[in-house]
């Protein structure tokens, strides 16, 4: 069973810039028939898309966060990165890894169960 | 990119059936049939419900239903239950190949 865990600093100064890895088991990020995804979703508000990335390292980004933000694999470790430069409290949110679906459907499923990732000073 | 619209939030009593709407544009929701939601508890990670306007993934209950009019997409939930309560989000692919999610709207049971 596919499961994807999220692990990185739960508190981030703004300015500075909030690193998330996302790590795999039970299938493998290599697969051509899936890209892997961030969502965040501020405390009380609703989900954002943040981005994707396909095995090949193609990317693509949400546009307003497109000038501060770079998604990454390492393949050899099953896993994938988000950096988001340059925080400010409106970046207070759970932020969220999942799989994508391409081949066979569109979605997003499974996720993994999301860290808080707070900045403040 | 703007988010699509959804009501803030729809309630029914137990057995009925709830029906959730989700508005984009032709650049959106109207454009392709990639229409997907998701329901979420409180402090759990989002659960999809529907992909592509109207496929239901192994598991999820056939009281579960999704459909698309125009740049309006839909999801209708019959013979409601207690655990059916919770947040569901509506998220579409887009011309820019990027994605989009409603702002979410909170089902009641009654």
């Known amino acids: 069973q596919l499961q994807l865990q999220e692990s990185g600093p739960g508190l981030v100064k703004p300015s500075e810039t909030l690193s998330l890895t996302c790590t795999v088991s039970?299938?493998?990020?290599?697969?051509?028939?899936?890209?892997w995804g961030w969502i965040r979703q501020p405390p009380g508000k609703g989900l954002e898309w943040i981005g994707s990335i396909y095995y090949s390292g193609s990317t693509y980004y949400n546009p307003s966060l497109k000038s501060r933000v770079t998604i990454s694999a390492d393949t050899s470790k099953n896993q994938f990165s988000l950096k988001l430069s340059s925080v400010t409290a409106a970046d207070t949110a759970v932020y969220y890894c999942?799989?994508?679906?391409?081949?066979?459907?569109?979605?997003?499923?499974?996720w993994g169960q999301g860290t808080l990732v707070t900045v403040s000073s | 990119q703007s988010a699509l619209t959804q009501p803030a939030s729809v309630s029914g009593s137990p057995g009925q059936s709830i029906t959730i709407s989700c508005t984009g544009t032709s650049s959106d929701v109207g454009g392709y049939n990639y229409v997907s939601w998701y329901q979420q508890h409180p402090g759990k990670a989002p659960k999809l419900m529907i992909y592509d306007v109207s496929n239901r993934p192994s598991g999820v209950s056939n009281r579960f239903s999704g459909s698309k009019s125009g740049n309006t997409a839909s999801l209708t939930i019959s013979g409601l239950q207690a655990e059916d309560e919770a947040d569901y989000y509506c998220?579409?692919?887009?011309?820019?190949?990027?994605?989009?999610f409603g702002g979410g709207t909170k089902l009641t049971v009654l």
């Open positions: 999942a799989r994508r679906g391409w081949r066979a459907g569109r979605w997003f499923d499974p």
């Open positions: 998220c579409s692919y887009t011309s820019s190949s990027t994605w989009v």
């Open positions: 039970g299938g493998s990020i290599s697969s051509s028939s899936y890209y």
